[in-house]
């Protein structure tokens, strides 16, 4: 449904709700995807919320809930009784009643653990003791466990069994008896088998797997790699215990991008959205960096102060040093850019940092002589000529150009070994990009600027 | 496999090739999955990559195919006969062997379109109309249908019947006589049903789906909203043409990010990966935005030569220049870097600009005056007292702490705003990122700074 129907709708279900039409309302949502009640009950005005909610009919009540975020998760909790929230939490599964958990405040959790039931509240526990961001913490343990024995029948009777509420049935998972992890079968392959044939005989036993304490940015890239549904997670004695599916893998991409696009912008980043975010949350997240970038072109003044006679004689130099240190740090988060990108997707490894530098070199040095020519007639015809500065002399323009030359390639090698290298000693090489390269580049660029300057012009 | 485990087994075959062992190196090919026989494939010197691609057990070689890059197709194109090529084709997906025709140059698409069968040639000619990064550009035509009248037990049938070739069986669609898309039904429920229900009663009539031309970026916000596995592209007529499946969605998830990240940092984004683009490939994507920016640095410097007699009047004001464009660029893009993902992740619409800027107004009055408050604190005790600069004044500090709040404001405002209007009038918001928004900012941190030192030092 797109956006537009979801509003008329929205509309219509409200004058329901206004009109106290209580049963044509429920008949409606009942007709109504999870995902499109959840935005829908978002939109509500804070005391509705609750009610709606209570509306609905038992057997989605959690999966609305799991859809929802988590203030309004949150204002539901302690909206509804004890015996309701035990029912939300056993119906939910596991990993989004963990992702729940998390959020909360510490009282809330307490009343939420004490709600559910005992076998859960076990499972709970365990899970939120896994590493923030590793593959235990984002699996759930809702699957579908097959033995070596069984046939494909009573694999079948299994999957019929216990199905509903596993979080795939796709894709099964072959335990021995000690639950060590044997083999994948899917639901198409025993479609396709006879069904006296044995589990043992159709599963696979090259398993793609991940273990608890992998980083999950590592899980998303075997999916990628190897298109998968789902992939199982083994504890270190090679036990299965939990699998992680493909569209909580969808939610770590987007989520592990945005953080990749927040650091890059000298952002640290949250776990919020941003709408979602206050004002001061947003504040404490972006003058961290705003303040260190600050406080550390102290560098650059100092600079620039030392060659302030080389300034006060040939005036017009100053003129030109916007434009290279903008186009040295353009050029440096360029190549930083790329390489980091290129990380994140495998693509380079760090100790290809040779291979890389090389081709770097070649792109900056294409780079940094087209600039320099273009800048040079670019002086000459417009800034002397058109707009008749009698200042920028032809030995001007060959500093600026020349400068330009090494201000481009340097950026461009500065700007591709520094992510490699923090990959390489375990920072994240999303750090090293534009707001501290271009940092680093506006110093080399006046050094050089000057050291050209003062070579060239004999000042 | 872990890539070490790979790497060993990698030489071990490599062994068995120059030894000749063919029949124990077929029989450990077989073990292996598609995506790792590809990985070693593409590790070999040009000259062994066909030889050993024709020893490949004919049932797995359309999806090694499928797995390697298009430099390696090509190659293995060239080396092998028609009849081996047009059993390829047929083999493959078909949305992998229009990924396939796009990449390869017009001959040799001429040959392998004259190698497919007739029927396969129609619809690789439609599919190739799409628009680039449509959804019908990235479906397939692989998908089980099912009839409104079928029972259960029939459309198990018919799932074994011709289940074998689909890209999924797991989302069946369920079509009238005239191939109008009525509904979805899956496997899951579909084993969790009686096998003589109808199909029609079981199945879900509130389908998610998308059209031929909607852009691939809609169709992933609709897999990530509602957690799909699949989703069924319809033309004009709502009849069922294809299908997208997760495992392109989460490519095309990837793909959209880089092109973010290439826009942001000012790169024309191409398809290829850093690796394999060659180096006038990356000097072409990088070079105009650099020369743009370049040559649009030259307001930069009029303003500077416009304001000669102020910076020669008082010399100390140049040592800051660099600091003040430098935080007015990272503010800039710290705002536009958020709102542009905000955007691309759906988090806020067009529509929300007042919102938006009212919030980024507050960051910015936070921001600015913090950073205001320690400038002028960090002028006054290192530069003045440590360094022992006494150009640095109070009244220098001053002028400059000002002149940071109001640049800091205007960057985050227009940072967050040029990005929505690009939204609005059609322009991609990723283009409005860093490199143009420090431009912007740098030519009004200099108007600023100049304008509040002529007003308060009277020169």
Not at 81 to 100: K, N, P, S, Y
Not at 229 to 242: F, Q, Y
Not at 436 to 459: G, N, Q
Request: aromatic share 6%; hydrophobic share 45%; charged share 25%.
């Amino acid at each position: 449904m797109d956006n537009k129907d979801l509003e008329t709708l929205g509309e219509y279900l409200l004058e329901l709700l206004d009109t106290r039409q209580i049963k044509l309302f429920r008949e409606q949502l009942e007709d109504m995807n999870e995902h499109d009640i959840a935005s829908f009950i978002s939109q509500l005005p804070r005391k509705k919320i609750a009610m709606v909610f209570r509306l609905l009919p038992k057997s989605i009540s959690a999966d609305v809930f799991a859809n929802l975020d988590v203030d309004e998760q949150h204002h539901i909790i302690e909206c509804i009784t004890d015996r309701e929230l035990g029912e939300i939490i056993e119906e939910l599964f596991l990993d989004d009643a963990v992702d729940l958990l998390e959020e909360l405040p510490a009282s809330v959790v307490k009343r939420v653990m004490h709600t559910a039931a005992s076998e859960t509240r076990a499972l709970i526990n365990q899970y939120l003791e896994y590493p923030d961001n590793s593959a235990g913490s984002i699996m759930t343990a809702e699957f579908v466990d097959l033995k070596l024995d069984m046939s494909v029948r009573e694999a079948f009777t299994r999957i019929r069994r216990i199905g509903e509420d596993k979080e795939t049935i796709y894709t099964c998972f072959v335990v021995s008896g000690d639950r060590k992890l044997e083999g994948v079968v899917t639901v198409k392959d025993m479609l396709l088998s006879d069904e006296d044939e044995q589990i043992r005989d159709i599963m696979d036993t090259q398993v793609i797997y991940v273990t608890t304490t992998e980083d999950q940015e590592d899980v998303s890239e075997k999916f990628s790699e190897y298109d998968l549904l789902a992939v199982p997670v083994v504890d270190k004695e090679h036990r299965l215990v939990g699998i992680v599916t493909v569209d909580d893998i969808i939610d770590v991409l987007q989520e592990e991008a945005t953080e990749d696009f927040d650091k890059m912008a000298g952002i640290t980043p949250t776990d919020k959205p941003y709408t979602r975010a206050g004002v001061m949350e947003i504040w404490k997240s972006r003058i961290p960096w705003l303040m260190l970038l600050m406080i550390s072109a102290t560098f650059t003044s100092l600079i620039i102060l030392h060659f302030e006679n080389a300034l006060a004689t040939v005036a017009v130099l100053a003129g030109f040093i916007p434009m290279l240190m903008g186009t040295g740090g353009n050029s440096g988060s360029q190549s930083s850019t790329a390489v980091i990108r290129s990380l994140s997707l495998g693509d380079i490894a760090p100790r290809s940092v040779l291979r890389v530098l090389w081709k770097e070199l070649r792109v900056a040095v294409l780079c940094a002589g087209s600039l320099a020519v273009v800048n040079y007639a670019k002086m000459f015809l417009i800034d002397r000529l058109l707009l008749g500065n009698s200042q920028v002399t032809p030995i001007i323009a060959l500093v600026v150009s020349l400068t330009l030359v090494f201000t481009v390639i340097l950026a461009k090698l500065v700007g591709s070994t520094l992510p490699l290298l923090a990959e390489k000693v375990g920072i994240d090489p999303a750090v090293m990009a534009s707001p501290l390269i271009s940092t680093l580049t506006d110093a080399m660029s006046l050094l050089i600027y000057f050291t050209v300057a003062t070579a060239i012009l004999h000042i």
